[in-house]
């Protein structure tokens, strides 16, 4: 087995790329060592010293180092969790754990095309572009003209992140979307 790596905008970031399917639909976000427990794959990646976050796409792994942890020291074992991962037969997910299917459905009324205009941009412009930097954006509300943006993956911390929600996004929902005004990001 040969896993690909690319480095990511976030320095703290890197995407490893199995060559086989992760995640058959959605995204698994795992910013904590006992959130990645419903999942063995990410449990192995856990268990490596200075790992402080994983997260899942279709066809890749991105994990985040800690401060002090150093590429050059922890990659190789990251690409052995990954590659026992995969040998080993076992499910990516465990049990009743399945991954987020993306954005917040709890929109109704008034604002509910709005919603789904904004919806509809990040998936088919948006999303795609992040997931090649080894992360995703997904929709978490819309109130008085701010959209609310949750960051995952390599755009979780990353320090590009401010720039590409007001450069990039924003730009790109209010031209689109007159309604929209200001794009902000939120915490899971």
Known sequence: MFIQTESTPNPATLKFLPGRDVLEIGTADFPTAEAGSKSPLAARIFAVDGVQA??????FVTVTKTDEADWNHIKPAILGAIMEHYQSGAPVMEGEAR???GHADNFAGEDADVVR???ELLDTRVRPAVAQDGGDITFHGFDRGVVYLH???ACAGCPSSTLTLKMGIENLLRHYIPEVLEVRPVAA
């Open 117 to 119: 205009q904004i919806k």
């Open 151 to 153: 960051m995952q993956g």
């Open 54 to 59: 994983v997260f899942f796409g279709s066809d």
């Open 99 to 101: 991954p987020a299917g």
